[in-house]
Antibody, heavy 120, light 110 residues
Framework: EAQLLESGGGLVQPGGSLRLSCAASGFTFSAYALSWVRQAPGKGLEWVAAISSGNNRTHYADSVKGRCTISRDNSNSTLYLQMNSLRAEDTAVYFC?????????????WGQGTVVTVSS | QSALTQSASVSGSPGQSITLSCTGTSSDIGNYDLVSWFQQRPGRAPNLIIYEVNKRPSGISHRFSGSKSGNTAALTVSGLQADDEADYYCSSFASGARVVFGGGTKLTVL
């Protein structure tokens, strides 16, 4: 069964950093584009970043550009999100999501999410 | 404010058909046939129910159907069931290689 499992969330002070991980299993990890999507408490979904399969091209939402870096380790089937200069508005549940062979928003597999809280 | 516009709530009775709308611009919905719809129940991760405007993933009921006209996409749920009560989000691929989501519609089954 295909699965995604996020980890690395927690409480961090404004200006701090966190590295989220997403361990994949049950599918050919390297063949698919992947994204991070977040959901602030009581709010809707917000796409954060994506990384393609193959050439590992990356894309970012304006809200995190310059502060976040998405990367992948195909040998370990793991997706990462390095988040720096965190702000209160980054507080959210962060989901990793599997896309199709290309980055096209057809997110057909999601993890259960990891909670990031930015507060002093 | 979300990039795509969805009604905050919609309701219907069991057996009825309801349609949820999602309005974007010529930079997203109007320019790409890459609209997806997701169902999210409280405390759970979203679940893909429609992709590429009108395609259903394996295991998704035929009661869910998608369409698009111009800058507006729509999700129709026919034969409404109590189990359909959830939040529904639309998304679209957008210019500049990004994804935009709607603010979500809460579907209540009366």
């Amino acid at each position: 069964e295909a699965q995604l499992l996020e980890s690395g969330g927690g409480l961090v002070q404004p200006g701090g950093s966190l590295r989220l991980s997403c361990a994949a299993s049950g599918f050919t990890f390297s063949a698919y584009a992947l994204s991070w999507v977040r959901q602030a408490p009581g709010k809707g979904l917000e796409w954060v970043a994506a990384i393609s399969s193959g050439n590992n091209r990356t894309h970012y939402a304006d809200s995190v550009k310059g502060r976040c870096t998405i990367s992948r380790d195909n040998s370990n089937s793991t997706l990462y999100l390095q988040m720096n200069s965190l702000r209160a508005e980054d507080t959210a549940v962060y989901f990793c999501a599997k896309d199709g062979y290309y980055f096209d928003s057809s997110f057909d597999l999601w993890g259960q999410g990891t909670v990031v809280t930015v507060s002093s | 404010q979300s990039a795509l516009t969805q009604s905050a709530s919609v309701s219907g009775s069991p057996g009825q058909s309801i349609t949820l709308s999602c309005t974007g611009t010529s930079s997203d919905i109007g320019n790409y046939d890459l609209v997806s719809w997701f169902q999210q129940r409280p405390g759970r991760a979203p679940n893909l129910i429609i992709y590429e405007v009108n395609k259903r993933p394996s295991g998704i009921s035929h009661r869910f159907s998608g369409s698009k006209s111009g800058n507006t996409a729509a999700l129709t749920v026919s034969g409404l069931q109590a189990d359909d009560e959830a939040d529904y989000y639309c998304s679209s691929f957008a210019s500049g290689a990004r994804v935009v989501f709607g603010g979500g519609t809460k579907l209540t089954v009366l």
